[in-house]
């Protein structure tokens, strides 16, 4: 019926003008004298004729909408639209979803399960669990030629006992306290993990290849520099110097950027010990003093006493006081102070370091901690910086689940805190640590 | 951490030094500690930064290009030292590392590894493997370090 009614849409125009024409092309002759009345006709009745199709067309769409609307209304209850629509997205989405009940049987096995594992929705509703999501922890020795990591990954296997790594999400549900069943969400994340891989591999590829080169030019200057090959003037001193250290600043870099890399790829290796901050504060001032030495900087450290000793990895804070306490007494004047606050509160201890240097300005400040940040005025004063120095400092302060923030005044000086809370970083297992 | 902790500070980046007044060219042999030295390295001139270095300090110098002709000259020539590069082809550091652990004669030989191998995983290994003396980045340091290392190792 809607088939006919289609027809009569598109035929009935179609038979007006034909008709129409018909009609004119006989009386035409007789009509020259008001020769302009025929076009402006013609075009009357086509305006007319495409109202009249538009018309049409709207109340077939109202009747198709009309025939529908009574079923929707009448037939189907609201929980029932509720789950029509439930079913809809959970067939449609891109994880796979497998619900258990309290038994452990499968109710609902979505499209993508069934695309991901092999199985069919009725192949697999009422049987256990464990009969068909097979799962494999496999210790994945990448046998690279640069990487020889190696990963621990869940396996799922498949119907046709292929397998892939899986990444899974299992949460139970339930009214209360009674647990009806679980809902486990899973991907595939073969191809996370082959980025992964790559990843790593350039990295140790770019982070070898970079460094042999410079490791040679650092250790020819040395050499020339130590007198190794004969005593050198004045002059070829100081040019084999700017060598020297134009050369460990692109070693810096390539460091930084390994550790940082190391801390993102999220392997990196969290061994939390008991560490005195003091001794560590300490150490980390005596080095930054003589490596800027020439600045006649006041350092001074304060310490609330008694500052206990606190879980985390020596390795990583060590690297946020380096940063920090050398950022400070690059980017202030000659013999000007530099602080160091250690206190602490019920629940952290914070780090205060606090400087009497150039400042951050406003238009700088909520972009520091970015990747590659580096102030217009910072370039201009200090060329040694990568701008990483802040992005690992806030990396590392996160993972060791502490807060860092600051306060500046261009001209007046700068303040950095970060706290670390006394209950300690958890440990992580990885396979990578920083070079510190 | 703690063979390698005592280290730390050497290997922290020195700045560069006035030089000195030896007017000794770097190529004269003199061989007064009797001491020998077998330096393990693919990188040509890495290798002969510290051929000229341990020359210098009066050792006797021994080069080979990767782990397979290192494991050889280390049973022919019995060096005090080896200083040991880990990425290097036919043979890497780790594979000949552990065969000279396997043979007893040179299950105590003080090895230093010496890489700039990004993944630290290597480091792991061999730290595992508890058989390395020392473990140097190239870049993070200098020959001299190097030297005052191995001089430390063999109580010099």
Known sequence: MKENKNLIVYIFPAIFISVFFCGLTLIAPKLNFYSFVLP???LVLIILNILLYIQLIRGQMSRNISEVKPIIDKDISPAQQDKIKYEAILAYIGEGLVVIDKAGRIITFNKAAESLLGWKEDEVLGRELTEVIRIDYETSINESKLTRSRQSSLYFIRKDNTKFPAAITTTSYGVGTDILGTATLFRDITMEQNIDKMKNEFISLASHQLRTPLAAIKWYTEMLLKGDAGKLLPEQTQYA????SSTQRMIDLVNLLLNISRIESGRINVEPLPTDLKKLVDEVVQEVKIRYA????????????PLPTIAVDPRLIRQVYINLLTNAAKYT???????????????????EISDSGYGIPDADQDKLFGKFFRGLKTVTRENEGTGLGLYLVKDIVDISHGKIWFKSKEGKGTTFWFSLPLSGTPAKKGVLTIEA | MGIFDNFKAIFTASSPQQPNTNTNNSVEQQPTTHKKIMIVED???????????????????FKAENGQVGLDMIKQNKPDIVLLDLMMPVMDGKTMLRRLRETPDFKYLPVVVLTNAGEVDNIKETKQYDNASAF???SNINPEDVVKVVKDLLRM
């Open chain 2, 136 to 138: 140097l980045i190239k």
């Open chain 1, 241 to 244: 110097d700017t060598i020297y």
């Open chain 1, 40 to 42: 402006i006709a013609f």
């Open chain 2, 43 to 61: 990188e040509k001139v890495l290798a002969d930064a510290l051929e000229i270095k341990f020359q210098h300090e009066g050792f006797k110098v």
């Open chain 1, 294 to 305: 020439d600045k006649k900087q006041t350092f001074t450290t304060k310490y609330h006493e």
């Open chain 1, 333 to 351: 004047p000659e013999k000007g102070q530099i602080t160091i606050n250690l206190s602490k509160n019920d629940t952290d201890i914070i780090s």
